[in-house]
């Protein structure tokens, strides 16, 4: 995993309980986010179609400069809502998830500690940081390289400004 790669997409925080209501009511739900172990990586161009099937296979990140070996689908987790905090200079995205979700990302996370975990959306891997420890407060901070990195991301996530 490159350098470049690390900064933005595994630097991902736990943030427990930092969190509150802070999406809009009634706004677009998220999407779901899969999570599968990362077997190995290789930098380039990818051209690999969406990984639809839960079984083991090869997925593009979402921008299209690595190709990852996975396994087979750990879960899938929704986050109850995706924001734009209006810290780190716009390059952070904290994600809430609700009970069912916290304890599935805590249960997965506990069992990949050590290991580079995939976050796939439609098929895509959209982060694959090392888990470091379990993450079960129910919150994960996501911060990137560049503001337009953070905003491409906003967008897949359906995120809201934070109130």
């Given at each position: ?39 190995s990586s290789t930098e380039g161009p990818c051209d690999a179609p ?47 998830f609700d009970q069912a979700g916290s304890a599935t990302l805590g ?17 895509r891997v959209l982060s694959a940081p090392h888990v470091a420890a ?30």
């Open positions: 995993m490159n350098t470049r790669r690390a900064a933005r997409l595994a630097t991902i925080l736990v943030a427990a309980g930092a969190l509150g209501a802070c999406s809009s009511p009634g706004g677009a739900s998220s999407p779901s986010l899969q999570l599968r172990l990362v077997t969406a990984l639809v099937t839960d079984g083991a296979g090869s997925a593009c990140g979402e921008d299209g400069t690595t190709t990852y070996q996975v396994g087979a689908s750990l879960g899938t987790i929704t986050p109850a809502s995706v924001t734009r905090p209006g810290v780190g200079d716009g390059l952070v995205l904290d994600l809430a249960e997965v996370t506990g069992k990949a500690i050590g290991k580079q975990m995939a976050a796939l959306i439609d098929g379990a993450i079960t407060g129910g919150t994960v901070r996501m911060s990137f390289a560049t503001s337009a990195e953070a905003a491409r991301v906003a967008v897949l996530l359906h995120a809201t400004p934070s109130s």
